[in-house]
T-cell receptor, first 115, second 115 residues
Framework: KQEVTQIPAALSVPEGENLVLNCSFT??????LQWFRQDPGKGLTSLLL?????REQTSGRLNASLDKSSGRSTLYIAASQPGDSATYLC??????????????FGKGTHLIIQP | DARVTQTPRHKVTEMGQEVTMRCQPI?????VFWYRQTMMQGLELLAY????????DSGMPKDRFSAEMPDATLATLKIQPSEPRDSAVYFC?????????????FGQGTRLTVV
């Protein structure tokens, strides 16, 4: 059964810093990996999708990398801003002999950017 | 503006009552997920449909929960009878894919409180 771990669980940094959020998964049989953002009391907003054949994806100040063989992904946030404060969730879409297993989530990194 | 729509947004009910949550996936999406989010467990996959057929509902307590897709524009999650431990936020997500993985787009969730 796929397991997804995110480190750190919480992070508080001053505005302007570059930061890295980590995600690891136990089973490399994945179709893709997706990073989400969740604001308090809200739904999940998709940030980046990396297909299993890709190494990285970029969107604005965000860059996500994927090393499928080692079961790791990182989300890099450049020049952080107070508006980046949220919980960031990593999810992998796995497959097994029986077909697609669905999207498994980590527990998230709660990020606070101090003004 | 294509989005996943969930109703109701909030529901308070007494233990033992039936609860029905509804989800309208993004038009054209053929994959639907139901998740439950709690502080302790994070996001747990309850059910997963592709082309209206259930692919995985192993995460759902079968004695009280049921999930269906009466048609391509409506997914339902029903709890009967509800219990206080069912209190959580229930999310629906949709995506596209002939097979394998898909990018998932989430609704705003239904916050359920069972008293």
């Amino acid at each position: 059964k796929q397991e997804v771990t995110q480190i750190p669980a919480a992070l508080s940094v001053p505005e302007g810093e570059n930061l890295v959020l980590n995600c690891s998964f136990t089973d490399s049989a994945i179709y893709n990996l997706q990073w989400f953002r969740q604001d308090p009391g809200k739904g999940l907003t998709s940030l980046l999708l990396i297909q299993s054949s890709q190494r990285e994806q970029t969107s604005g100040r965000l860059n996500a990398s994927l090393d499928k063989s080692s079961g790791r992904s990182t989300l890099y946030i450049a020049a952080s801003q107070p508006g980046d404060s949220a919980t960031y969730l990593c999810a992998v879409f796995s497959y097994s002999g029986g077909g697609a297993d669905g999207l498994t989530f980590g527990k998230g990194t709660h990020l606070i950017i101090q003004p | 503006d294509a989005r996943v729509t969930q109703t109701p947004r909030h529901k308070v009910t007494e233990m033992g009552q039936e609860v029905t949550m509804r989800c309208q996936p993004i038009l054209g999406h053929n994959t639907v997920f139901w998740y439950r989010q709690t502080m302790m467990q994070g996001l747990e996959l309850l059910a997963y449909f592709r082309n209206r057929a259930p692919l995985d509902d192993s995460g759902m307590p079968k004695d009280r929960f049921s999930a269906e897709m009466p048609d391509a524009t409506l997914a339902t999650l029903k709890i009967q009878p509800s219990e206080p431990r069912d209190s959580a936020v229930y999310f629906c997500a949709s995506g596209t894919g002939a097979s394998g993985g898909t990018e998932a787009f989430f609704g705003q969730g239904t916050r359920l409180t069972v008293v």
